[in-house]
């Protein structure tokens, strides 16, 4: 517990809505339980929250962002997948801003947080903590980089960007970063050791400090339960059939690996192996999609509630996911907590939680072949009873909301202890 009760705000664009919101929460919540005081600025949010304020504006910003990235966008598909911070609000005089003691930036794009925004607040000269929830702190502007080595440079000739050359959106963006960060150098913390070692790669690492914080998990919210079959029948599933769950806020995202996990599946028919049920919830919009799988499954829709999800991973016997690009999945974590064991490829920081079986399997990235052989391990040859206990075990011992916690009240204290030696 720190002597003093630091009082922390956390941006965020979104305050209840997508990954980074929920990890910004939990983070919140473990900072609490340490004795810090922690207040969140939002662009929006759905539900009230009693320590978040909402900066209004947001639906006029993002119209104006999104108007101004359509001279540069190179097609709808790539629309999200690159921010160019040339809208936002003006935070620095807000009073959260003003008697914070530290201001923690999560993910602040789509009209919240501009390039000049930013400047303004790191003028300030508060001590700055940046949890990585993508690429886009030491990047030229897109999320996640793919096969692109941009980065690693000073960006330029972005393949996301309609017409790519040497001095493009994504150069200009860097360059503005490579002058902001000297007046602050924030302190950016990654959630797994891949982004970490990414952004110590990057062309902009010696202007910035990094460390590894995972995300928390409430590890008495996520758990497992002794009523699985009750629970099956509540949602309408098979007793008696090896459960497979995937899902994801949009089912049929192409970089979650819906297609991957479906021919994997149709690969074990095709060796006259009976696969596992196919449990799939999240956005689908196409359903014919759906109607035209060539195996057993059960669409459940979109899932949002916690609970209702805890209950999913409860009864599945596994949980797989074929994500081309991850930081470290939230699902991933959240079902091993309920001892449900997950399949994943070898991508971003997912094997830093998933150990190749010995709590789950990693596949080779984008290799089918391997998916298959992942899903007929978990179901027909691994020691389940072990591999569950080693799943929640391995969420115990590195990401409980207590760990994570005194990890970033260490961190906000570093970072204020650097300020005052300057």
């Not at 929006?44 to 009693?50: L, R, V």
């Not at 797994?192 to 460390?211: C, M, N, R, T």
Request: some cysteine.
């Amino acid at each position: 517990m720190a002597d003093k009760k630091l009082k922390i705000v956390f941006l965020t664009s979104f305050g209840d809505t997508g990954g980074a919101s929920m990890a910004a929460l939990r983070i919140a919540k473990a900072v609490e339980a340490q004795g810090m005081d922690v207040h969140f600025l939002v662009q929006h949010q759905n539900k009230p929250h009693p320590k978040m304020q909402v900066v209004k504006g947001w639906k006029i910003r993002l119209a104006m962002e999104k108007l101004h990235f359509l001279w540069y966008e190179k097609d709808a598909a790539h629309r999200f997948a690159f921010s160019s911070a040339t809208v936002g609000a003006d935070l620095a005089n807000h009073p959260l801003i003003q008697s914070a003691d530290i201001i923690h930036i999560h993910w602040t794009n789509q009209g919240f947080l501009s390039m000049k925004g930013m400047k303004k607040l790191f003028l300030l000269q508060k001590p700055i903590v940046w949890t990585l929830h993508d690429i886009w702190a030491f990047s030229g502007g897109c999320h996640y980089a793919d096969r692109c080595d941009g980065y690693l440079k000073e960006c330029g000739c972005c393949p996301l960007l309609r017409n790519p050359h040497s001095h493009d959106l994504s150069h200009q963006q860097w360059k503005k970063k490579r002058e902001i960060y000297p007046l602050n150098h924030p302190h950016l913390i990654g959630v797994s050791d891949w982004i970490v070692a990414q952004g110590k790669s990057a062309a902009l690492a010696p202007l910035l400090h990094f460390d590894r914080i995972f995300n928390p998990i409430d590890t008495t919210l996520f758990q497992p339960s002794d009523q699985e079959d009750r629970l099956k029948k509540k949602w309408g599933l098979p007793l008696h059939q090896p459960l497979l769950l995937f899902g994801a806020a949009n089912l049929l995202d192409p970089r979650k690996g819906f297609k991957d996990v479906c021919k994997a599946i149709e690969q074990l028919i095709a060796q006259g192996i009976k696969p596992p049920h196919l449990v799939f919830f999240g956005k689908c919009t196409q359903l014919d999609t759906l109607t035209a799988l060539p195996f057993e499954y059960s669409y459940l829709g979109l899932i949002s509630a916690q609970e209702d999800m805890r209950e999913l991973y409860q009864i599945g016997d596994g949980f797989i996911t074929a994500a081309l690009h991850e930081n470290l999945s939230y699902m991933i974590l959240e079902a091993m907590a309920c001892e449900t064991p997950v399949i994943t490829y070898r991508t971003g920081g997912n094997p830093e939680a998933v150990l190749h079986k010995e709590n789950g399997y990693v596949a080779d990235y984008q290799s089918v072949e391997d998916l298959a052989k992942g899903i007929l391990w978990l179901t027909q040859e691994a020691d389940l009873v072990c591999i569950k206990k080693e799943a929640r075990g391995h969420i115990l011992e590195n990401f409980n909301e207590q760990i994570v916690g005194k990890e970033y009240v260490e961190k906000y204290n570093q970072a204020l202890s650097i300020k005052k030696s300057l």
